[in-house]
């Protein structure tokens, strides 16, 4: 009995141990949960600076691709820097150290201009080191990145994009936008996409938009956007927000100006204005005036109008000062023509014409009023003499072009009736049928309004085209390119200050192929525009990068200077 008095002694004792050792337990939990909380804060810290750092080296990047890099002085100036972080939303607290200096082997951050390169430190390579440092809740993160000036194609320069918009786009209807893969065959394995869908405002789908090509379901493409994303039934994946500027960040008015002139290369006319003047009774009296096959084509000069019938005329240079008007039933050709009043050709069956360089004071007005394909209205400003040459230049003020036709034409340039707001250039194939009017011709430039009908193609994926509506509207009055063609527009569309419609899509294959850039802050004085592309109906683009590769050579042959990140260089320093 007295052994087991002990017992509850012995208890106490062994309870104690228990507590003694849960005690201990928690206190070692508690450290290890501090201690976890504060590296995971830590790391918290450690990756929104970096994040933080790479916005201010975009920032910069930004700013440096709008500046020619100087070889001689200061290249970014601190009030540039703190410019560009001045745009840049970071929160309080957070300091941001900017440099500029040549890419040099041994670094010299004194040297703030293209003085050399890691091999010759006199000779300028065009590269200088862009390099931003953060430093917020005491973690600081350094990066960098290689920027080089070069000289190249107005279209190199512009972003990589299906669509892009300085305000919003809009698809309404059953439009769409996907990407095609080099091979011209629908993207279909997800991310990385070949492209982005850029817009300065709202992003606005409809419910049928999978960003996908027709009869797959896959998404192609990529949003990036300043506003808001809405309207469409689905989730998309790699939806960035923030960081669409405006597209003359890109494509500034040297730029413009430059494709601008490329486009009014028929301007002045190349037809000979001293030419042997001949009567208008004289040319349209004979059938057969310079000679069957164009034996004895001399330069023409006609003083007032001109009105042809049937028979076939040949000229070297033709030059009318009034208005020249070709009637059904027959053709002329020459090699270089210019019109100081009207131009109108008419045809109901197959006819060819060969004007070569071509510059008409008026309107132009071309119809086929026969039927694809064997009697189409066939017009070229290619050389009659030599029809392997390329085509020459077009300009007139207004074009006119219906019906059954295959219009051939160099660099083109629209001038429009400035400050009415009247159709610069309306395309109107035919309404019906299964054949397509087709239009060829690299450059297609113009300031007024474009109208597009019905059934055309136009340019080619192995000749693609690039269309330019360059206005400068002032706030006198709105502008807009109404794409209505049922055909397919193979290459670039850029258009500044007016907005575009694409109605037309007949859901089987795409409207655009190739891309559009619109960049229009305004619509008409300060009335500020909602969306500066639209797509309706069953309309849709098609991002096809081999198309736009082309245009180069086609179309954009200008060049010009510009600064653009280099491939790789992005790199994670050390902090200092």
């Not at 990145?145 to 190249?152: A, G």
């Not at 409809?206 to 998404?219: E, G, I």
């Not at 074009?399 to 629209?414: H, I, K, R």
Request: hydrophobic share 35%; glycine share 10%.
């Amino acid at each position: 009995m007295q052994r087991h008095a002990r017992q509850p002694g012995s208890a106490l004792i062994l309870l104690m141990v228990i507590v003694a050792t849960l005690a201990i337990l928690a206190t070692t939990l508690v450290m290890v949960l501090s201690n976890q909380q504060g590296a995971t804060a830590a790391e918290r810290q450690r990756k929104t600076t970096a994040y933080y750092a790479e916005a201010a080296l975009d920032d910069a990047v930004t700013l440096a691709k709008t500046k020619t890099i100087s070889t001689t002085s200061e290249w970014l100036t601190p009030t540039d820097l703190a410019t560009a972080f001045s745009s840049a939303s970071f929160p309080s607290g957070a300091t941001v150290v900017y440099r500029v200096y040549d890419d040099q082997n041994p670094v010299n951050y004194s040297i703030k201009w293209d003085q050399g390169s890691p091999t010759s430190a006199t000779t300028p390579d065009g590269m200088v080191w862009v390099e931003a440092t953060v430093t917020y809740l005491r973690k600081t993160s350094r990066m960098r990145v290689l920027v080089q000036q070069t000289q190249q194609s107005v279209e190199t320069g512009l972003p990589k994009a299906a669509l892009y918009s300085d305000t919003g786009i809009l698809l309404s209807g059953t439009s769409d936008i996907y990407s095609l893969d080099p091979n011209g065959t629908p993207h279909t394995s997800g991310p990385p996409y070949p492209t982005t869908v850029m817009a300065g405002g709202d992003f606005q789908g409809n419910s049928s938009a999978n960003l996908a090509a027709p009869s797959t379901s896959a998404q192609s493409v990529g949003i990036q956007l300043n506003g808001s994303l809405s309207g469409l039934s689905f989730t998309p994946n790699n939806v960035v927000h923030g960081g669409v500027g405006l597209l003359s960040d890109y494509f500034d008015q040297g730029s413009q100006a430059d494709l601008g002139d490329a486009a009014q290369s028929g301007s002045p006319t190349q037809a000979n204005a001293g030419a042997t003047v001949v009567s208008a009774s004289t040319i349209s009296g004979n059938s057969t005036y310079g000679g069957v096959n164009g034996v004895s084509a001399t330069d023409v000069r006609v003083n007032g109008n001109l009105t042809l019938g049937s028979g076939t005329r040949y000229f070297r240079s033709l030059y009318v000062t009034g208005t020249l008007t070709q009637n059904a039933g027959g053709t002329f050709n020459c090699t270089a023509l210019y019109v100081g009043g009207n131009l109108s050709i008419t045809s109901s069956s197959a006819a060819t014409f060969q004007l070569g360089p071509t510059y008409v004071v008026g309107t132009v007005t071309w119809t086929g009023s026969g039927s694809l394909p064997s009697n189409a209205l066939t017009v070229k400003t290619t050389n009659w003499t030599n029809s392997a040459l390329a085509a020459g230049p077009f300009w007139a003020t207004i074009f006119n072009v219906t019906g059954a036709f295959n219009v051939v034409l160099g660099d083109t340039w629209l001038d429009g009736n400035a400050g009415t707001s009247n159709v610069a250039a309306e395309f109107d194939g035919p309404s019906s049928g299964s054949y397509y009017s087709t239009v060829m011709c690299p450059l297609l430039a113009t300031t007024e309004k474009t109208v597009s009908k019905y059934k055309v193609n136009f340019g080619s994926e192995t000749s693609p085209m690039v269309y330019y509506m360059m206005c400068d509207n002032d706030g006198l009055y709105s502008n807009t390119c109404e794409w209505g063609s049922t055909g397919t527009f193979c290459g670039l569309m850029v258009i500044m200050e007016a907005v575009i419609q694409v109605t037309g899509g007949d859901g089987t294959h795409p409207s655009i192929e190739g891309a559009i850039f619109c960049g229009t802050p305004y619509i008409s004085g300060t009335t500020a525009s909602t969306n500066d592309i639209t797509l309706s109906g069953a309309s849709t683009v098609a991002y096809n990068q081999a198309v736009l590769d082309k245009c180069i050579n086609t179309g954009i042959t200008t060049t010009t200077t510009t600064v653009q990140t280099v491939s790789g260089s992005w790199q994670q320093l050390s902090s200092q």
